[in-house]
């Protein structure tokens, strides 16, 4: 079954730092680019980063530049991001997306992880 | 800044009618255009891309067209299943990957 697993979510503190994963299955992620989205309680999508299918090329959201850092490890089939100095305006549930090339749309998600940023 | 929006925010439809949607871009994307559908509690799934093509088991009663600042995806037959969240998203103006705010297809 070709599916993305998201994990690592979860209730971090605010100024604390969090990684999530995004395990591939059914496929070898390879041979995608690969995104983060994330969700806002009651809110719409936003995107936060991608990278190419070999690491090479990594973009970022203006809204998330400097703090988030997006990473990928093909011999895992994982794809990570990391975020620092976490607020309550990260709270959001955070898909991992696949793109046949960076250039064009998302043709497989995740089912996403919850990240509550709390005190 | 390229900027997506959607029109209606909510709409409400009878099983069996027809569900008109809008997207607009605020700048030209060619047709570099897709429609997800996210259904609650759900992740997002891709209907559309190239602003007219079904992706992979997307049945026919969902049609997309439109080129450059204006979109439409337009339900047919609205079947219990379709009542969701669609959003809008280009990727013309890559690599920023801008989604519409979302509109709401309910019951009526």
């Known amino acids: 079954q070709v599916r993305l697993v998201e994990s690592g979510g979860g209730v971090v503190q605010p100024g604390r730092s969090l990684r999530l994963s995004c395990v591939a299955s059914g496929f070898a992620l390879n041979s995608y680019a690969m995104h983060w989205v994330r969700q806002a309680p009651g809110k719409g999508l936003e995107w936060l980063a991608v990278i190419s299918y070999d690491g090479d090329y990594k973009y970022y959201a203006d809204a998330v530049e400097g703090r988030c850092t997006i990473s990928r490890d093909n011999s895992k089939n994982t794809l990570y991001v990391e975020m620092s100095s976490l607020t309550t305006e990260d709270t959001a549930v955070y898909y991992c997306a696949t793109s046949v090339v960076i250039t064009t749309y998302f043709d497989l998600w995740g089912q996403g992880t919850l990240v509550t940023v709390s005190s | 800044e390229i900027v997506m929006t959607q029109s209606p925010v909510n709409m409400s439809v009878s099983p069996g009618g027809r569900a008109t949607l809008s997207c607009r871009a605020s700048q030209s994307i060619s047709n570099n255009l897709a429609w997800y559908q996210q259904k609650r509690g759900q992740a997002p799934r891709l209907l559309i891309y190239g602003a007219s093509t079904r992706a992979t088991g997307i049945p026919a009663r969902f049609s997309g067209s439109g080129f450059g600042t204006d979109f439409t995806l337009t339900i047919s037959n609205l079947q219990s299943e379709d009542f969701a969240v669609y959003y809008c998203?280009?990727?013309?103006?890559?690599?920023?990957?801008?989604f519409g705010q979302g509109t709401k297809v309910e019951i009526k």
């Open positions: 998203q280009q990727y013309e103006k890559w690599p920023v990957y801008p």
